[in-house]
């Protein structure tokens, strides 16, 4: 029995110690500091779409006005404000025209656009109108006007 009570003796002082150094060092740390940044980017504005569509007789001077219905789309991921919109007789990104024949936009006049200022939703729209009329201008030989395209050009801010 001595060496069984020997061996139990050694077994419960070194389990003893374990625990002794084992409980010291789980006592132990470090210090530490940290700080983290990061960014992110907001979106940008998308360009709002527009279509358009008309009735109304053919163009002639002083006669019959069309009528166009325009439709203002925002295409983006969040709310626009739309608070102008303008319409001009010219070419495409506004810039001047002349149909061939001399026919010009200073042949035509283009009423005000008709629409609420407003926010457009994503994904939304909103309509409007605005009327086209050739104007008779005595005295200029209007010809070149005759089957000519006219093209409309919308701008939304």
Excluded at 16 to 21: D, P
Excluded at 102 to 131: K, L, N, Q, W
Aim: proline share 4%.
């Amino acid at each position: 029995m001595g060496k069984v009570a020997g061996r139990k003796k050694r077994i419960i002082i070194t389990t003893a110690a374990l625990v002794a150094l084992g409980g010291g060092a789980a006592i132990a740390y470090w210090t530490a500091a940290g700080v983290g940044d990061t960014t992110t980017t907001a979106g940008t504005s998308t360009n709002f779409t527009i279509t358009s569509t008309h009735t109304g007789g053919a163009l002639s001077p002083d006669g019959p006005v069309q009528t166009f219905t325009f439709t203002v789309a925002n295409p983006g991921t969040g709310v626009q404000k739309l608070t102008n919109i303008t319409a001009a007789v010219a070419g495409t990104n506004g810039a001047a025209w002349t149909a061939a024949g001399g026919c010009s936009a200073a042949d035509f006049t283009v009423g005000t656009p008709s629409f609420t200022p407003t926010e457009i939703a994503a994904g939304a729209s909103i309509t409007g109108t605005v009327t086209l009329q050739m104007i008779d201008r005595p005295g200029v030989n209007q010809d070149g006007c005759k089957a000519a395209t006219v093209p409309l050009h919308f701008s939304a801010s």
